[in-house]
Each structure stands twice: as structure tokens, then as C-alpha cells.
């Protein structure tokens, strides 16, 4: 029986301390084959251009998957007259505070930010291991801001099923959310590693995600501490757009969006 044993990391949100942490913790295992990213790397934190720096330079064997703040990137959402984020309505001041800490984002990098999102990243990765089909994304691969439901999880199970008799078992690892998911059911099973640098399940520690194929597919996620501190103090000095509401949210690891 094939095996492999995957860490996986989601949603930095340019918490550079968080995902040090995350790649040290990692670093101490012997028997990781492979970091799975599953985008959002740089957008609402306070060190978009120091966490480029460190993925930029990881081995070509790291999969980076792209996240819809990366492609608020590319698309260079600050220059659209009416953008667009999640369903928000284009007056809001959350969607408004957004938008500009993207622009902040490419300021701070440039266009090798660009050039690192179109060409390390991809919108979802697929593997088969013995009779396991894995896919990972961010969402999903059919769009960036919305995870796929159990119906369409089961439907898309079933077409994978049927064009491979040797597929047996389906797994979706999926970001996005900030929360964990965890859901077995008869021929496939949903996972979700909450957020490495921004969760929203109101405990404040950073988690690593891990997936290990054996005799059967496991997951399981580690918590871990980092110096929050630290992040906090580098959004107050460095005061990008939106830092009053990722402080917040931050401190209480859940969305507070009551500090415009």
C-alpha cells in the first residue's frame, strides 16, 4: 500500500510569526513528504513582503495553491470601480478596507508578487495514492470564495469514482473558511486545517493541518502558539489599511469588523 504523509498550511494572512512557527514545527518531523499551501499568503497582515520572501525561495516540491486574495491581486481589484468581495455591497467600509490593504500588499512587493501568483500557484492539486483521489484547493477549484457544499462534494465524488475503478476513496482539502471541517462520509471525506495566521474558531493559535495516506487517509491538526505579540505590534507600526479590525481579530480569533 502506497503511503505519504502531507503538512498543510492555509490562509498566512501575512502573519510572518505564525508561519515560521508553522514551518519550524514542520522542520522537526521526519516523515513529511510534502508542504501543501492553500493560498492567501500575503493579503490582511502586516508583512505581506517578509512571508514573500520566505515562500519564494521554498523548494519547487512545495505546491502553492492560489487564493482569492491572490487573485484580488492579480486582477489589481483597487483599480475596479465596483469590486467585488465575498457578496459585499460596494459601499461597505469592510469591502472598502479590504481593497485598499490589497493595494497596500503591492506596493509593499511589486510585480514579482504578481509574477510569484502566476506562476508557483495554481487553483487546485491533484493526487492519487493507492486507491485515494486527494485534491486540494482553496475553496474549491470551481471558484475561490465558496467551499463546496456535501451535495456537490458527493456528486463530484461520484463522477471521479466512475471514470477510475481504481479509485476507491475521495479526499477535499479545502482553506478559505478559517475554521476546521472535518467530514467522513461512505466513499469520500471533507477537511478543513482552519487558518495558520487568521483563524476564526476563537482560539488564538496558529494550526498546521496534516494528512497522512496508509492503510486508510487520516487528518488531524496541530495547534500551535506563536509571539501574537509580535504581529500585533508590527500592524500598529506599520498601520496598513484595515490594521484596527485584523487586530481585533487577532486578539479574539474571530471576525471584528467594528474598528473602521
Known amino acids: 500500500m502506497a503511503s505519504k504523509k502531507y503538512a498543510i498550511l492555509t490562509d498566512i494572512h501575512g502573519n510572518l510569526e505564525a508561519l515560521k512557527t508553522s514551518l519550524s514545527i514542520i522542520s522537526q518531523q521526519s516523515n513529511v513528504e510534502r508542504i501543501i499551501f492553500l493560498g492567501d499568503y500575503f493579503s490582511l497582515g502586516p508583512a505581506p513582503e517578509e512571508v514573500f520572501n520566505i515562500l519564494s525561495n521554498m523548494s519547487t516540491e512545495t505546491v502553492f495553491i492560489r487564493g482569492n486574495h491572490e487573485r484580488y491581486l492579480l486582477e489589481k481589484i483597487w483599480e475596479n470601480e465596483n469590486p467585488k468581495i465575498e457578496g ?10 479590504i481593497v485598499s490593504h490589497q493595494k497596500w500588499v503591492y506596493d509593499q512587493i511589486g510585480t514579482k508578487l504578481l509574477d510569484f501568483i502566476e506562476q508557483r500557484t495554481k487553483i487546485s492539486h491533484n493526487e492519487i495514492i493507492g486507491s485515494n483521489y486527494l485534491e486540494f484547493s482553496h475553496a474549491w477549484f470551481k471558484r475561490d470564495e465558496k467551499v463546496p457544499s456535501v451535495d456537490e462534494a458527493n456528486e463530484l465524488s461520484k463522477k471521479y469514482l466512475n471514470q477510475n475503478e481504481k479509485i476507491k476513496k475521495i479526499t477535499f482539502v479545502h482553506g478559505h473558511i478559517h475554521l476546521e471541517r472535518n467530514e467522513k462520509h461512505n466513499k469520500f471525506s471533507i477537511y478543513c486545517p482552519i487558518s495558520t495566521g487568521l483563524p476564526f ?10 494528512l497522512e495516506i496508509d492503510e ?11 509571539d501574537m505579540e509580535k504581529t500585533i505590534s508590527l500592524l500598529y507600526k506599520r498601520k496598513p489599511p484595515f490594521y484596527k479590525n485584523l487586530i481585533q481579530t487577532l486578539k479574539f480569533a474571530e471576525i471584528k469588523n467594528n474598528q473602521l
Open 88 to 97: 459585499m455591497k460596494s459601499n461597505d467600509p469592510v469591502l472598502n478596507g
Open 201 to 210: 474558531d476563537k482560539l488564538t493559535k496558529g494550526s498546521i493541518g496534516y
Open 216 to 226: 486508510d487517509v487520516s487528518f488531524r491538526i496541530k495547534r500551535f502558539d506563536y
